[in-house]
């Protein structure tokens, strides 16, 4: 079973809300990673991180913004969601390269903006 | 510039007959290579890895891949598919002092009774 926990797994709000999509994990990884992925469709990443108080912008450029003061969570926050924000958002985190480097995903959040 | 490259949108397989995946990747370094599998409302699961070694390399849920230097390939193989394998598989691969993988576009499975 996944050591990686995304909240809420969907999500319908209006136009103009605040959100924010929490990931945990539990595995102590230092790496931490969103993405967003329309259905059916290849994985954008939009930010990740390597550890407390690193935070990085992903190849999409994406409004969302992300915070990581604890090892374990790592949430991502839209000050004000519009309908082209709708899709699908997975948090992952990984091993260290030295270790393997694998990734474990969680189980995506579906944000739909209405 | 590196990149992992799945060629194939689409892959059907009729139920009970060998599957194939094709990935190829271009990557600087000896590289780290991956498999994941998608369902539906899903995040993606790790299936099986390439680091060194062997360069037949077995997985889960039955799936292997066969890891070729030469043709810069690591296609995902399983000898007898079935319908529940249908689904989103992704290949992943990074090398040297790159920190983050690259995923392939994915490539969807679709197994035919």
């Known amino acids: 079973e996944a050591d990686i926990y995304q909240t809420p797994r969907y999500l319908v709000i209006g136009t103009g809300k605040k959100i924010t999509l929490e990931c945990s994990q539990t595995m102590g990884h230092d790496k931490m990673y969103w993405y967003q992925q329309d259905p059916g469709m290849e994985l954008h990443l939009i930010h990740y991180?390597?550890?407390?108080?690193?935070?990085e912008k992903g190849d999409l450029s994406s409004e969302s913004t992300v915070s990581r003061i604890r090892t374990e969570h790592f949430p991502l926050t839209l000050e004000s969601a519009r309908p082209s924000h709708t899709s699908q958002y997975l948090c992952?985190?990984?091993?260290?390269?030295?270790?393997?480097?694998?990734?474990?995903f969680g189980s995506g959040t579906r944000l739909t903006v209405v | 510039a590196q990149s992992v490259a799945q060629p194939e949108d689409q892959v059907n397989v009729a139920e009970g007959n060998p599957l194939t995946v094709k990935c190829t990747y271009s990557v600087s370094g000896n590289p780290y290579l991956f498999w994941y599998v998608q369902y539906p409302n899903r995040g993606l699961q790790f299936l099986l890895k390439?680091?060194?070694?062997?360069?037949l390399v077995k997985g889960s849920y039955g799936f292997e891949a066969e890891f070729n230097k030469s043709q810069t390939s690591f296609h995902l193989k399983k000898p007898s598919a079935l319908v529940s394998d249908s689904a989103l598989y992704f290949c992943a691969g990074f090398s040297g002092g790159y920190n983050k993988l690259i995923f392939g576009a994915g490539t969807r499975l679709a197994v035919h009774p």
């Open positions: 390439y680091i060194t070694g062997d360069n």
């Open positions: 992952a985190s990984s091993e260290y390269k030295g270790q393997g480097g694998g990734y474990t």
């Open positions: 991180s390597y550890g407390v108080n690193s935070t």
